[in-house]
């Protein structure tokens, strides 16, 4: 593992973006142990003053892929932690998927309080170009919470290791409805793992955060039968629910809805040991990313007999999408094959987990690494 750290120049000032906010404290520990990653490059951003992240956590099967996270941060450190967890769980995510891709992440650390208008985003966005060209190819990057498309076109202009930039400038766009139809796909598996049926009529789930992913999911549930009870963060998603005819709930309320699903789509560590003693459900399964607290948390699941989904096998439909579609023989009814195969992954797990007596995570890692260990 290499880490190195330069200086640079001072944060721009402007207006703070209203769609970041501070990582749960939760989410945001060091690991205890070094980090088993092959390189972690901490710098900072000549140009932005930021402090920009890059974690490949591997590449034996390939080069690491994994998005860029434009996030705010109480510390520098807690990034870090971000980015280490991810990219770890990126290896697991594209091992799972079947690509012949590695695991990465990078994250942009927007210190709490420091404001940052349209054009410290720039600057960050080619900063960040910057990083990852430095890595020689060893990371390709995406857009992640915070980022998009478009901002990935600025960091275009300054590597080549970048995907899913808009369709007008020759990219493939952003992998949310792909992201959103693995999601469902894997609801469907669930819903028939535990209850014997993939009809969703009448199945009353409960989706926490109605981002890109989870606004997405919603309209696809809803249009499948199902009830919906929704909450955000942001209260202009009460639109959304208005709309679909769902119930709205107070963010900190949700988990304790009774229901048949509960639908994490928003910011990872949800999944507490409290969350789970109250959870009134028979399955998790959503978008989020690493989505347990701690690893603990698994066996807690299965000792309550909730069936968890787990979530770098749920949400892969993104990562699968900017790798399948950004190649040159890329084929639409072969991708959409592909995406929807992550609701028979998921089938596969979670009869492993019953079969062996395992954790869903457990059957779900063991996976992984069997892809991981048949590598050449």
Known sequence: MTITHAPGEPIQAGAAPARTRAIPAAAAALPLEAPDHERVLVSRGR?????????VHSTRLGQALGGARLWRYASWTDGLADALRLSQAMTMKNAAAGLARGGGKSVVVIPEGAPLDERGIRAAMLDLGDAVES????????EDVGTSAELMAVVAERTAHVCGLPPEQGGVGEPADATAAGVHASILATVEHVFGSRDLAGRHLVISGLGQVGGRLARMLAAGGARLSVTDVADGKRALAEELGADWVDPEDAHLVEADVFVPCGLGGVLTPEVVSALRVRAVVGAANNQLASRDVAGLLTERGIVWAPDFVVNAGGVIYLDV?????????????????????VASVLRAAEEHGTTTLAAAERLARARLEAAV
């Open 47 to 55: 140009r932005s003053g930021l402090t920009i992240i890059v974690a």
């Open 135 to 142: 890595l020689d190819g060893a990371y390709m990057t995406a």
């Open 325 to 345: 579609a950004s190649g040159p023989d890329a084929v639409a009814a072969e991708l959409d094959a592909r995406i929807a195969g992550i609701g028979d992954t």
